[in-house]
């Protein structure tokens, strides 16, 4: 992987690209070889109800399933709304889960999901904020893998017996990600670029109904990124369409959307253009249960 790019430099577009970023094709061929990566799938999207139970009927082989509210988050009525829907993991529960997929320190690590990255990003996130370094996303997801015809199983790998110790909150040298929390989503419109990544008709609101988005958020939604495929969209027009809105390297960039998948996504992307975003976990499900959020927009 690419070694880390300092605030307000650039990289090539292919190395920053190839170090977020893994091919179907070139997955499948360290998995030929027996060189392949620990693979973590994420099934997660709204409105599906059994996400086990589609891994369970199809998987790359070797992949494990992690349940994204219960280890890339601390989801559940233990923690208040302003938190939100999908609050950070504590620490000890996401290590006890990536030592059972079998990750060490130095492992390489590629996720994927149903969603063509869109929700195996958050595990990206999830991951490079607690420390790890070589962490991937299959481009296209499994979709776009099965479309190839290229191997998958129904068996389950053995649990693994990891080391990695995380360190979550630690300097940016060390892979962590930057989060803003409620009250500098507030005000970061004002002094930066904040980014809305949901599809624009939630960003808008409904007719009769008072715009459903943060004041002085951009709309630019995480599926605008992809292609017909649900592939990655060229370099060249990803830097097109963050340019048309004033985004470049150097820039103050914060990113949100409804519990802080899809805005993962956007941090994802933005990284591969030499780009950092800081990541709004709480996003407008803690905005909307914020009293920033129930004052009437202007106020």
């Not at 292609?227 to 969209?233: A, I, Q, R, S, Y």
Request: aromatic share 6%.
């Amino acid at each position: 992987m690419s070694a880390p790019t300092p605030p307000g430099k650039t990289a090539a577009p292919d190395d920053l690209r190839e170090g977020h970023f893994i091919g179907a094709q070139e997955l499948a061929r360290q998995l030929a070889e027996g060189a392949a990566p620990v693979l973590l799938d994420i099934r997660f999207r709204p409105g599906l109800a059994q996400p086990e139970a589609e891994y369970d009927a199809g998987h790359l082989p070797g992949a494990h399933y992690v349940h994204l509210p219960a280890v890339l988050a601390d989801a559940g009525p233990h923690r208040p709304a302003v938190d939100g829907a999908l609050p950070l993991p504590e620490v000890d529960t996401l290590q006890h889960a990536l030592r059972s997929y079998g990750i060490n320190n130095d492992s390489a690590v590629v996720v994927y999901d149903n969603r063509h990255g869109l929700s195996a990003a958050r595990a990206w996130w999830v991951l490079k904020w607690a420390g790890l370094v070589n962490v991937r996303v299959l481009d296209g997801g499994y979709g776009y893998w099965q479309s190839l015809g290229l191997p998958t199983t129904t068996q389950r790998p053995d649990t693994g017996a990891g080391s990695i110790a995380l360190n979550a909150g630690l300097s940016p040298v060390s892979g962590n990600l930057a989060t803003i929390a409620t009250d500098e989503a507030a005000a970061f419109p004002h002094s930066g670029i904040l980014l809305d990544a949901r599809e624009r008709e939630h960003f808008v609101g409904t007719p009769g109904d008072p715009p459903a988005h943060i004041p002085g958020a951009i709309t630019f939604p995480s599926s605008s990124n992809l292609d017909e495929n649900g592939l990655l969209l060229p370099s060249e027009v990803l830097r097109a369409q963050a340019e048309a809105i004033g985004l470049t390297p150097g820039a103050a960039v914060g990113t949100y959307c409804g519990a802080g998948v899809l805005a993962a996504h956007k941090v994802l992307t933005l990284a591969t253009l030499g780009i950092e975003a800081a990541l709004y976990v709480g996003s407008w499900s803690a905005w909307s249960a914020s009293a920033a959020g129930r004052e009437p927009e202007g106020q």
